[in-house]
């Protein structure tokens, strides 16, 4: 199974509400980072969080993380249309070498 | 502009024809990698290469091979292409591995009939 499984599959809300994803993982990391995917098209990076950090934020994002939990939560707030995308969290595993290991993804829709 | 390309975007083959799909970066990065992505199952991460002549397996490397025999390039081979890798490749580099941003290319949508 995925290293990484992000929750819920798929997240439907109206434009200024806020989105939250959660991603699980299974072993020890060194690193998780949340991409963004427009359909079809190539990821874009929007934020790494290293396992000693708790939370970041970045202009509307904020991500935490919770090593003992081993989770951690995407949340998009004030959302608008052109947020509507796939999310995917990433993991750089404790002792995984150069790997990157993806989950499954949220497909998030943001209604007008 | 900092990018990766990708050629060709959409290929449609058929079973046992080898491919080539090539993959450069005009950023001076290390790292470079090839995913697939399928409904359902994400991402998966095919090879990677940590420098020149330098490639190691990802989570599903049967069936492909890669080589880096210059900095910016990192072709993926399909030496005798199945349909169950008719899939979403792409191509993505970065300054070194796991702890770095991964620079993506735009995707090629492979058909194996």
């Known amino acids: 199974s995925q290293q990484g499984e992000e929750d819920p599959q798929a997240l439907s809300i109206q434009e200024g509400e806020n989105a939250t994803m959660n991603c699980s993982y299974k072993t020890s990391i060194n690193n998780l980072q949340w991409y963004r995917q427009n359909s079809g098209r190539g990821l874009v990076h929007l934020i790494l969080?290293?396992?000693?950090?708790r939370e970041k934020h970045s202009g509307r994002l904020r991500v935490t993380l919770d090593t003992s939990k081993k989770s951690s939560s995407l949340l998009i707030t004030a959302s608008r249309a052109a947020d509507t995308a796939s999310y995917f969290c990433a993991t750089g595993l404790t002792g995984g070498g150069n790997k990157l290991t993806f989950g499954t993804g949220t497909q998030l829709k943001v209604e007008l | 502009e900092a990018q990766v390309t990708q050629n060709p975007r959409y290929l449609i083959t058929v079973t046992g024809k080898k491919l080539t799909v090539t993959c450069s970066q005009n950023m001076n990065h290390e790292y470079m990698s090839w995913y697939r992505q399928d409904p359902g199952l994400g991402l998966r991460q095919i090879y990677y290469s940590m420098n020149v002549e330098v490639t190691d397996k990802g989570d599903v490397p049967e069936g492909y091979k890669v080589s880096r025999k210059e900095k910016r390039n990192f072709p993926l081979i399909l030496e005798s292409p199945s349909p169950n890798q008719t899939s979403l490749y792409f191509c993505?580099?970065?300054?070194?591995?796991?702890?770095?941003?991964?620079?993506f290319g735009p995707g090629t949508r492979l058909t194996v009939t």
């Open positions: 993505a580099s970065s300054l070194g591995g796991q702890t770095y941003e991964q620079y």
């Open positions: 969080i290293r396992s000693n950090e």
